[in-house]
């Protein structure tokens, strides 16, 4: 099993290009089956759930071409089935967001139902309430959820709580529908945008993603495109706290600084410096780390999506911090990992009370989740000794190349596979 192998307390010092957002991807791939002409998307991630999501479309038909690492071209004009069962797509949540692509397309799907981390219960009560406004019948059995349409009309739906995935998989059914559908309480996170942008570049008629109101009139037929994906701001946002708890000096580049304007706001607020010019960001630590308090919220709030690595930095930081988790509730998972590596954490409910200390210690950890798994690999990095983190391929699912990026900033991380390649990395490393 691929482990990462750490030896922490170098300073992360470089630049580093950011790649294209995963959950902006995942839709957008999802999206491309919705014409029968063909669509190239640019910048996609060369990770695991966007690979198992092209899969998972190869398996009912969909002509997945990749022209290089990061250009997929598509073609949904040969789709055989709308019930898609392939074991990968299980695994990864963005899976439903094929119902409603293939609902939008056909007024029917079938797919098994999502899986993703498990940072909390995630019901998709809201996506179906969205679909069954727009007539659909939505049924759920034996792991699988089926929707189905005789017709598919515009309505107005108002979503009880701001959710990325249902406002998305509302918007691509409702592109197809017919009339106009208005979803009211809509997330505006930049993924919802773009997947806003690509299908408008298709031929949709979608106005307002990225507000809370967004507005769409149904066409009959979705045309070719091009388009590219906008970078992964959780990705850089990463990179930017890795500057911070390894008293580093990084610029991510290839970012859209307005995405991480919350992100930015938190790491001053703990006494880095940072630097935004049009596509790039610095993030000096050269100071110690001071305390703050976080609330994760929707977009455009702080994320949850980067709350583990903030907890990292916090940490390390003078005084005592609290960290509020508000939208999944099992989001703390790291915190037993962290204690073990010296953190003085304690969890009540959905809070974090963190106490700062000065150093951590290197330590043998698991990754719980996604982005919980890169959060420890950053303590590791800070740490004092040798960290071990395993269970690394929730860390690949939304990570390309996460330890050679951090190996060209300096850091001393490999991917070992033996007890022999962890013995070999400690002789390397000292
Ligand atoms: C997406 C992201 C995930 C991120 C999250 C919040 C993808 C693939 N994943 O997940 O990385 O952490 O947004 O920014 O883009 N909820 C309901 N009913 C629903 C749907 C959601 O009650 O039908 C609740 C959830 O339990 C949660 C909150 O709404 O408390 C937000 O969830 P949502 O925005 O839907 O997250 P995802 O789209 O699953």
């Not at 049009?278 to 702080?302: E, I, M, N, Q």
């Not at 609290?322 to 099992?330: L, P, Q, Y």
Request: proline fraction near 3%; charge should be negative.
């Amino acid at each position: 099993m691929e482990q990462y192998a750490i030896k922490g307390g170098n300073p992360l010092v470089g630049e580093v290009e950011i790649g294209g957002a995963k959950n902006a991807a995942l839709p957008i791939l999802a999206a491309a089956i919705m014409t029968d002409e063909t669509v190239i998307i640019e910048n996609v991630p060369d990770v695991r759930d966007t690979n198992a999501l092209l899969q998972a479309m190869e398996s009912i038909g969909v002509y997945v071409e990749k022209l290089d690492r990061h250009t997929v071209k598509i073609n949904g004009s040969q789709i055989h089935g709308h019930v898609i069962k392939d074991e990968l797509i299980k695994k990864i949540r963005a899976s439903y967001y094929l119902i409603g692509a293939m609902l939008g397309k056909y007024k029917e799907a079938e797919v098994v139902l999502p899986g993703g981390c498990n940072i909390g219960s995630r019901p998709i009560d809201q996506h179906i309430k969205g679909w069954e406004a727009l007539g659909t019948k939505v049924d759920i059995a034996h792991g699988s959820i089926s929707a189905k349409a005789e017709v598919l009309k515009g309505n107005h739906i108002y979503m009880d709580v701001v959710s990325v995935g249902a406002t998305i998989n509302v918007m691509m059914a409702a592109a197809m529908a017919e009339g106009q559908t208005v979803i009211e309480n809509a997330a505006k996170e930049p993924h919802v945008v773009d997947l806003a942008n690509f299908l408008n570049s298709m031929g949709a008629n979608i106005k307002g993603a990225g507000t809370d109101v967004i507005r769409i009139k149904g066409v009959t037929k979705l045309h070719k495109s091009e388009y590219t994906i906008i970078p992964d701001q959780i990705e850089a946002g990463t990179f930017m706290f890795a500057a911070a708890v390894t008293k580093g000096d990084i610029t991510v580049k290839n970012v859209i600084p307005k995405h991480l304007e919350s992100i930015t706001a938190k790491l001053i607020e703990i006494g880095c410096e940072v630097e935004a010019s049009d596509d790039a960001v610095r993030v000096v630590a050269s100071k110690p780390l001071v305390h703050t308090h976080v609330k994760t919220l929707p977009y455009p709030g702080f994320p949850t999506d980067m709350q583990p690595q903030i907890a990292v930095a916090l940490g390390l930081s003078r005084g005592t911090s609290i960290v509020t988790e508000s939208i999944f509730e099992n989001r703390f998972r790291y915190v037993d990992e962290l204690t073990r590596m010296g953190a003085s954490i304690k969890v009540e409910g959905n809070t974090a009370i963190i106490n700062g200390v000065d150093k951590y210690t290197g330590a043998s950890m698991s990754a719980p989740d996604l982005r919980a798994g890169a959060a420890l690999v950053m303590a590791g990095l800070a740490a004092e000794g040798f960290s071990m983190v395993d269970d690394i391929h929730y860390i690949q699912r939304g990570y390309e190349d996460f330890e050679m990026k951090l190996q060209s900033l300096g850091a001393q991380i490999e991917k070992v596979e033996s007890e022999r390649e962890i013995q070999k990395f400690k002789l390397k490393v000292g």
